[in-house]
């Protein structure tokens, strides 16, 4: 068999790869082996990068965050106003979990299952650093005046807890299937939020 050169990148090929793996089959049918060919390179060159494929899986779903994290720091930096911004972050971290797992649905319940304990691990990271983005906006909101919030990390880590009752491991199939109204919820319960964050008129 001709030997096939290495991509540049090599990590982000076999993340790719394990990407598209785990989306069609899940994590538990998935191989080194699969990895490899999907990705054009030999087997022991994942070991160079990956001890085990629980790593590789993780560093996907590790992905996943990591794209959410960095659709929320463009909106940041467009300017918007703080209102508009948390509504658009707190609707888009929603739909883009729901848009995932609606497609796939089957094999991504099986990667959740088969990791579920160290997801769980890293989910208090993950909050964390989204309540760190939020609070940014929230500050900002407070200087602009807009905002009326005394507890800004508190805050932030309850808008993280009461958007998450909306993400897919909490819908059931039946809403999996129903896009438009999932998105019409999560508008609700933003609106819900941002109504508490406001400066009212004659506030101390």
Same mark, same amino acid.
């Given at each position: 068999?001709?030997? @096939?050169?290495?991509?540049?990148? @090599?990590?982000?090929?076999?993340?790719?790869?394990?990407?598209?793996?785990?989306?069609?089959?899940?994590?538990?049918?998935?191989?080194?082996?699969?990895?490899?060919?999907?990705?054009?390179?030999?087997?022991?060159?994942?070991?160079?990068?990956?001890?085990?494929?629980?790593? @590789?899986?993780?560093? @996907?779903?590790?992905?996943?965050?990591?794209?959410?994290?960095?659709?929320?720091?463009?909106?940041?930096?467009?300017?918007?106003?703080?209102?508009?911004?948390?509504?658009?972050?707190?609707?888009?971290?929603?739909?883009?979990?729901?848009?995932?797992?609606?497609?796939?649905?089957?094999?991504?319940?099986?990667?959740?299952?088969?990791?579920?304990?160290?997801?769980?691990?890293?989910?208090?990271?993950?909050?964390?650093?989204?309540?760190?983005?939020?609070?940014?906006?929230?500050?900002?909101?407070?200087?602009?005046?807009?905002?009326?919030?005394?507890?800004?990390?508190?805050?932030?880590?309850?808008?993280?807890?009461?958007?998450?009752?909306?993400?897919?491991?909490?819908?059931?199939?039946?809403?999996?299937?129903?896009?438009?109204?999932?998105?019409?919820?999560?508008?609700?319960?933003?609106?819900?939020?941002?109504?508490?964050?406001?400066?009212?008129?004659?506030?101390?």
């Amino acid at each position: 068999m001709p030997r @096939v050169a290495a991509p540049p990148d @090599v990590r982000t090929a076999i993340l790719e790869a394990a990407t598209g793996l785990m989306e069609r089959y899940g994590y538990t049918k998935m191989t080194i082996d699969d990895i490899a060919h999907e990705a054009g390179i030999g087997k022991a060159t994942i070991y160079g990068y990956f001890e085990k494929k629980q790593d @590789v899986a993780l560093a @996907v779903i590790d992905g996943y965050h990591a794209r959410v994290q960095a659709r929320w720091r463009e909106i940041v930096a467009q300017g918007k106003a703080p209102d508009v911004s948390l509504r658009e972050m707190l609707v888009g971290r929603v739909m883009y979990a729901f848009d995932n797992a609606s497609k796939y649905r089957q094999s991504l319940d099986d990667s959740l299952a088969a990791l579920r304990t160290l997801v769980l691990s890293r989910r208090g990271r993950y909050n964390q650093e989204d309540t760190e983005i939020i609070e940014s906006v929230i500050l900002e909101g407070n200087r602009l005046g807009l905002f009326d919030v005394k507890e800004t990390n508190e805050t932030a880590a309850a808008m993280i807890t009461c958007t998450s009752g909306l993400m897919p491991y909490s819908l059931s199939s039946k809403e999996l299937t129903q896009r438009g109204e999932v998105e019409r919820m999560t508008q609700n319960v933003v609106s819900l939020i941002l109504d508490g964050l406001y400066l009212r008129a004659g506030a101390d």
